[in-house]
């Protein structure tokens, strides 16, 4: 950027390269080298050709000059506005301790720096799932400023002996690989805070934005001075974001957390996210488990106001809890206010408030879509998007996105049941089961997969194998708890309806997350909603 401005404010005359590393690089050893990848990445950036410039044009022997025409409504003007909007990835950090639980402190660095970064209103840095894509692989920063688009990369690494840390960072140009910085911090655990802030305040300086916005106050906010409950609410994020049977020690760790900080309320926040979590994965009734989830997310609101995951997981637990649209509609708008860029927050918004409510499908698909785009390689966000286009009945866009999510993450849950719903809107139910029957292997024969396979075939007219399927519902039903509203859907699709609104409306009162997510979508739900008597439910919710 600096080259740039040098060439633009001296348009039309040449510089020598003398002069540009002079104005670039006062008091520092630079070769021709680093100009030249300076000028070759504007001329990337400018899809300019160094034979035939229309911005660069090389004089051999002697520098460059710009040749362009500059004026506040010219090409140039427009590009230096691009260029200028730095980018970065900040990858996991490795973990050089002995003990394998330092896993999770390593995570939890990066998790740090990437949310300091994320304040800086300059600088665009790539979702943390994205990043986190790139754990234990082979690491090209070419690569992944090409995936991420972002122009830097920052790596590091952890090694932690008794209270002693021991950190190193390095700062890449995506363009070239080149190094642009690099740090050792040996500190005590105790200044783990500190140590993070001033990493991100570093990478700052290096990539020349400013921090006007947030000035000398600290970019890291710890939310607990006590060091137990940091490394406690770190291990509970790390195995909340793994979803799935980890959601219960996710869950201890937390509340392990807030027993010993009570003030702190970015782990109240996240308890009340892993409460959620296993009342909308059926680990558990959800009446309980939906009241402990307000109440965790309340205290988190009014210990930080102006956290955003406070608000959204308050937001969640109005949409789940109480069924009072209204104020979850002005949560989860608050929690994106608070964070543009929180892809739980905007998910969540369209999936469970904006589409069960209203049906506003643009205004559903433009949310996910952005969070999408923030988070390019999260096969979480592309699952989401999938769900949305196929809840607006684009069953095309639905199936191609719920294939790409597949390829992101061949074994997620989430995205192979995303992908079976397309295809069942399509009607092509012989490759619907095919998804479905993995789906269910890979899952644990998990309820949502059985609630899809059971409708799917009795719409495929197997309806023998489908009461065989229903059979096995019905019997894991005696001996653990499952989603009424699932079961519902199997009772409707094998022809026992008066079964299947007896237990829709067990659903409702105990209000279950499937019922309340996708009573009026999910496939089958036709069958129900034919019913006057489930209609009532729907309104009863206040989903017309």
């Given at each position: ?382 699952t989401i998007l999938a769900f949305t286009y196929f809840v607006a009945g684009k069953s095309r866009e639905s199936l191609q996105i719920a294939q790409h999510a597949m390829e992101l993450e061949p074994e997620s849950f989430l995205a192979r049941l995303s992908l079976g719903l397309a295809l069942h809107s399509q009607t092509r139910y012989d490759e619907a089961v095919t998804v479905i029957e993995a789906g269910l292997a890979l899952s644990g024969r998990h309820p949502m997969f059985l609630a899809l396979l059971v409708v799917t075939l009795a719409d495929a007219g197997k309806l023998q194998e489908a009461k065989l399927v229903h059979a096995e519902f019905l019997a894991r039903s005696a001996r653990e708890y499952l989603s009424p509203f699932l079961l519902a859907l199997s009772a409707a699709a094998t022809g ?49």
């Amino acid at each position: 950027m600096d080259v740039l401005v040098c060439l633009v404010q001296q348009a039309g005359e040449p510089l020598s390269k003398e002069k540009l590393i002079q104005a670039v690089w006062p008091d520092t050893f630079v070769t021709d080298d680093v100009l030249k990848r300076a000028i070759g990445e504007l001329r990337r950036v400018f899809e300019d050709d160094a034979r035939e410039p229309h911005i660069i044009q090389t004089i051999p022997k002697r520098g460059y000059r710009l040749v362009a025409p500059v004026s506040a409504a010219s090409t140039v003007r427009t590009l230096v506005t691009t260029v200028a909007k730095d980018s970065i990835a900040v990858l996991p950090f490795t973990n050089m301790s002995a003990d394998s639980e330092n896993e999770f402190f390593a995570d939890g660095i990066t998790e740090e720096i990437i949310n300091a970064l994320a304040q800086i209103k300059e600088l665009r840095i790539a979702a943390r799932s994205s990043a986190f894509t790139f754990k234990e692989k082979p690491i090209d920063a070419r690569v992944v400023g090409e995936r991420l688009n972002v122009r830097t990369v920052l790596e590091g690494s952890v090694r932690q002996a008794g209270s002693r840390l021991r950190i190193t960072a390095q700062l890449i140009s995506a363009a070239d690989g080149y190094h642009l910085w690099s740090e050792r911090y040996d500190r005590e655990m105790k200044d783990i805070f500190e140590v993070q802030d001033e990493i991100a305040r570093t990478i700052a300086e290096r990539l020349k934005v400013t921090l006007k916005e947030v000035g000398q106050e600290p970019l890291v906010k710890a939310g607990t001075k006590n060091l137990e409950a940091y490394q406690a609410y770190i291990k509970g994020r790390a195995l909340l974001y793994r979803r799935g049977a980890g959601l219960s020690r996710a869950l201890e760790f937390l509340r392990l957390a807030v027993s010993l900080d009570p003030q702190y309320a970015q782990a109240w926040a996240d308890a009340a996210d892993a409460y959620v979590m296993l009342a909308y994965y059926g680990f558990g009734r959800p009446n309980p488990l939906l009241a402990k989830a307000k109440e965790a997310a309340v205290r988190a609101v009014a210990l930080d106001p102006n956290l955003a995951a406070g608000h959204n997981a308050l937001a969640g637990a109005y949409a789940l809890a109480d069924w009072d649209w209204s104020k979850s509609e002005g949560e989860f708008k608050r929690a994106i206010e608070l964070d543009p860029r929180s892809i739980l927050a905007r998910t969540r918004y369209a999936l469970w408030c904006v589409l069960p409510v209203s049906s506003r499908f643009e205004e559903a698909i433009t949310q996910v879509k952005e969070a999408a785009e923030m988070d390019p390689l999260s096969d979480y966000a592309a699952t989401i998007l999938a769900f949305t286009y196929f809840v607006a009945g684009k069953s095309r866009e639905s199936l191609q996105i719920a294939q790409h999510a597949m390829e992101l993450e061949p074994e997620s849950f989430l995205a192979r049941l995303s992908l079976g719903l397309a295809l069942h809107s399509q009607t092509r139910y012989d490759e619907a089961v095919t998804v479905i029957e993995a789906g269910l292997a890979l899952s644990g024969r998990h309820p949502m997969f059985l609630a899809l396979l059971v409708v799917t075939l009795a719409d495929a007219g197997k309806l023998q194998e489908a009461k065989l399927v229903h059979a096995e519902f019905l019997a894991r039903s005696a001996r653990e708890y499952l989603s009424p509203f699932l079961l519902a859907l199997s009772a409707a699709a094998t022809g026992d309806q008066e079964a299947a609104i007896e237990l829709a409306q067990k659903a409702y009162e105990i209000h279950d997350t499937q019922l309340t997510i996708f009573g009026k979508y999910w496939p089958g739900s036709k069958r129900l909603r034919a019913d006057r008597r489930f209609e009532k439910i729907l309104a009863a919710m206040g989903l017309k």
